[in-house]
């Protein structure tokens, strides 16, 4: 699976749009961008995922560049509950024998 | 519907000590994986599970961890001997077929 990069951390006034870049140049066509995050003393919990076109959820959206060496979660009105260590992974969504490896991920801090 | 759960949510053994933890997947999920989390660190692959066939467990630190998962659902990961440098989160992940994790709250282990 292709490596990311992350922003170590970042921080986000309560209210306004979140917007969390990853970099995944070595990625391959029939990978996947998959984002996690995690709560502090709690498991990680899966947010979105995308190939090529942009994906909106619930809980955030999801903007893949053309290219597809880089993306952007967008957390569009965060709140003090989306502090959180996010994580960005490429993987194959194939199933099978999928080892991922998470990074240390960015931590987001929203302030009041 | 019911997640991933984990138990004991924390442990605390001696130096030398054998630890189970256990890991009871969302019902129907085929893959089931664990991970090791230290402190300050995004989670680390340590074996994956299909049914009850233990298909990847590259990521063991050594022979004193196993894993097992006998009928298939319910996963058991061991520790014997148990050392200082174990203790961290260790989380267990399920999925339908290995692409989207869903992950259990994790057991918190220290070793003294």
């Known amino acids: 699976d292709a490596k990311t990069t992350q922003p170590p951390s970042m921080d986000c006034a309560e209210g306004r749009a979140a917007n969390l870049p990853c970099n995944h140049s070595t990625i391959s066509g029939n990978e996947y961008v998959y984002w996690y995050r995690q709560i502090h003393s709690q498991g990680p919990q899966y947010i979105i995922h995308?190939?090529?076109n942009n994906e909106t959820n619930e809980m955030a959206s999801l903007i893949i560049t053309e290219d597809r060496k880089s993306s952007t979660l967008i957390l569009p009105h965060a709140t003090l509950r989306d502090t959180a260590v996010y994580y960005c992974i490429v993987r194959v969504a194939s199933g099978g024998s999928y080892i991922p490896t998470f990074g240390r991920g960015t931590s987001l801090i929203v302030h009041p | 519907g019911a997640g991933v759960s984990q138990s004991p949510r924390y442990k605390v053994a001696k130096r030398g000590q054998d630890v189970a933890l256990r890991c009871d997947p969302i019902s129907g999920h085929v893959s089931l994986f664990w991970y090791q989390q230290a402190l300050g660190q995004g989670p680390e692959f340590l074996t994956y599970?299909?049914?009850?066939?233990?298909?990847?467990k590259s990521g063991l630190p050594s022979d004193r961890f196993f894993a097992e998962r006998p009928e298939g659902s319910v996963s058991t990961l061991k520790i014997q001997r148990t050392q200082q440098e174990d203790s961290a989160v260790y989380l267990c992940a399920s999925s339908r077929y290995g692409e989207t994790q869903y992950f259990g709250p994790g057991t918190r282990l220290l070793v003294l």
């Open positions: 995308g190939l090529k």
């Open positions: 599970f299909q049914n009850e066939a233990q298909l990847d």
